[in-house]
């Protein structure tokens, strides 16, 4: 499933944590997030063994949801008493290294929006030495990155890849309602019903529409569903043109 809030690094403080009960799992996710969970509670064989010190987590472009699930992750660690970063993949041009030194797992989001890979990459090879588990977030396999490097390419192949599938039709509803529930968004069950009924079944078209409403509804409490209903027929005549 997708969720977004607001991100900053190092100490995530939203209001409402991201969390692995506050997402939607679709059937098709169920080994994800199992994974996931695992990673982060210490309690998967490989990991002990030592088979798995990175993860490169991807869903594909237009989807949402993967710096939820890195969030939640980035929480998991920290509940279990470990010391966790967040950043997004552009902030580390401006990372001191050293201040990270004690950090036991990382989550790096937006890779495939760096444009310098090469902060990356001596970050990477910093922590992937000292046994820090890393976490990556994109939208893009590493293969269909035109911007990276290729010694940095050759670090994600050595990854664990997994990938965020998108939703199932039957699973839609499901998921929409933990989305807009995150977002608080009032009568969830209605504003659903008009989404499917009035404007399309596309998951992607959906959730992206939802974001789009929700920047702009921030500043009040709450939504009508008379003014969302406009929005709507508005989306749809700018989607025509």
Same mark, same amino acid.
């Given at each position: 499933? &997708?969720?977004?809030?607001?991100?900053?690094?190092?100490?995530?403080?939203? =209001?409402?944590?991201?969390?692995?009960? /506050?997402?939607?799992?679709?059937?098709?996710?169920? +080994?994800?997030?199992?994974?996931?969970?695992?990673?982060?509670?210490?309690?998967? &064989?490989?990991?002990?063994?030592?088979?798995?010190?990175?993860?490169?987590?991807?869903?594909?472009?237009?989807?949402?949801?993967?710096? %939820?699930?890195?969030?939640?992750?980035?929480?998991?660690?920290?509940?279990?008493?470990?010391?966790?970063?967040?950043? &997004?993949?552009?902030?580390?041009?401006?990372?001191?290294?050293?201040?990270?030194? /004690?950090?036991?797992?990382?989550?790096?989001?937006?890779?495939?929006?760096?444009?310098?890979?090469?902060?990356?990459? %001596?970050?990477?090879?910093?922590?992937?030495?000292?046994?820090?588990?890393?976490? $990556?977030?994109? %939208?893009?396999?590493?293969?269909?990155?035109?911007?990276?490097?290729?010694?940095?390419?050759?670090?994600?192949?050595?990854?664990?890849?997994?990938?965020?599938?998108?939703?199932?039709?039957?699973?839609?509803?499901?998921?929409? $309602?933990? +989305?807009?529930?995150?977002?608080?968004?009032? =009568?969830?069950?209605?504003?659903?019903?008009?989404?499917?009924? +009035? +404007?399309?079944?596309?998951?992607?078209?959906?959730?992206?529409?939802?974001?789009?409403?929700?920047?702009?509804?921030?500043?009040?409490?709450?939504?009508?569903?008379?003014? $969302?209903?406009?929005?709507?027929?508005?989306?749809?005549?700018?989607?025509?043109?």
């Amino acid at each position: 499933m &997708r969720n977004t809030l607001e991100q900053l690094s190092l100490e995530l403080l939203p =209001s409402h944590q991201a969390s692995f009960d /506050n997402f939607y799992f679709s059937s098709s996710n169920l +080994y994800l997030r199992d994974f996931l969970f695992n990673y982060c509670s210490g309690k998967d &064989r490989s990991i002990e063994n030592n088979q798995t010190k990175s993860v490169y987590l991807y869903t594909p472009k237009g989807n949402i949801g993967i710096s %939820h699930l890195l969030e939640a992750c980035y929480f998991l660690y920290r509940k279990r008493g470990f010391i966790s970063g967040y950043f &997004r993949a552009e902030e580390l041009i401006n990372v001191d290294i050293d201040e990270t030194i /004690n950090y036991q797992l990382l989550c790096i989001d937006d890779v495939d929006l760096l444009s310098n890979m090469e902060a990356l990459f %001596h970050f990477y090879n910093y922590h992937y030495d000292n046994e820090v588990k890393i976490i $990556f977030g994109s %939208h893009h396999l590493p293969s269909h990155m035109n911007n990276i490097l290729k010694d940095m390419q050759t670090r994600f192949a050595q990854s664990l890849i997994l990938k965020l599938n998108t939703f199932e039709d039957d699973d839609l509803e499901k998921g929409l $309602f933990y +989305y807009l529930r995150r977002l608080e968004w009032e =009568s969830p069950e209605k504003v659903i019903n008009k989404l499917l009924t +009035y +404007y399309s079944r596309d998951a992607l078209k959906i959730f992206k529409f939802i974001q789009n409403v929700d920047k702009y509804k921030k500043g009040a409490k709450s939504l009508s569903l008379a003014n $969302f209903h406009k929005a709507m027929l508005l989306a749809q005549d700018m989607e025509k043109n």
